[in-house]
């Protein structure tokens, strides 16, 4: 076995050690955009309950509101129609 061998022998050696190091490399940054994904699928799902909620208490407020508007009304009408002088 000359030199040639050993030389060529050695340089796969540190070819396969390499493609190795750049797999394991790969594996990690897979792993940590899984991670990132699933990060962000909560973020985005947090963030729909909250608008979800936000626009439940809006619906509630609107509906309130709007009652005791239409109460506020009767009261008025009955307190204008009240103070009306009877026409005869």
Not at 27 to 56: G, L, Q, S, W, Y
Not at 65 to 82: F, G, N, P, Q
């Amino acid at each position: 076995m000359d030199t040639a061998f050993w030389l060529n022998f050695g340089i796969a050696g540190a070819v396969v050690g390499v493609v190795q190091l750049f797999l394991a490399h790969l594996k990690r940054e897979r792993r940590a955009c899984e991670r990132c994904r699933h990060e962000h699928h909560e973020v985005a799902k947090d963030f729909a309950a909250v608008v979800a909620n936000h626009m439940r208490h809006e619906t509630d407020a609107r509906e309130r509101l709007t009652e005791a508007i239409r109460s506020l009304e009767c009261v008025v009408r009955d307190a204008m129609t009240s103070r009306e002088p009877t026409r005869r």
